[in-house]
């Protein structure tokens, strides 16, 4: 373990790593919530992924304008899942 994953609860780091996989989630939101920079990010993403998984990520969010807020295209606003419930705990509606 890094000093980084350290500091941080298994939780949180198993959260970390699903906001940085995600494409909408960028590396702005994770800074802001956890205090990581993106240089930290990908460091927690290259030591708990295989290596194969990590490159795969790599290539797909290097440069990609969802991953970062300054390259973001504002017009189109936030995305929200239209299966995303309001305030409950965001859990999927029974159908």
């Known amino acids: 373990m890094s000093a980084i994953e350290d500091k941080l609860s298994e939780r949180e780091l ?10 909408r989630t960028t590396f702005d939101a994770i800074e802001f919530q956890f205090g990581l920079k993106e ?3 990908i460091e927690i993403m290259r030591r708990n992924m295989k290596s194969s998984s990590f490159k795969m ?7 990609r ?6 390259l973001r295209d504002n017009k189109k606003g936030r995305f929200k899942s239209s299966r995303q419930r309001h305030i409950s705990g965001n859990k999927i509606s029974k159908r």
């Open 57 to 63: 990520w790599r290539k797909r969010v290097q440069g």
């Open 14 to 23: 198993d959260r970390v790593i699903e906001m940085a996989w995600e494409d």
């Open 39 to 41: 240089e930290e990010v």
């Open 65 to 70: 304008s969802t991953k970062h807020q300054k």
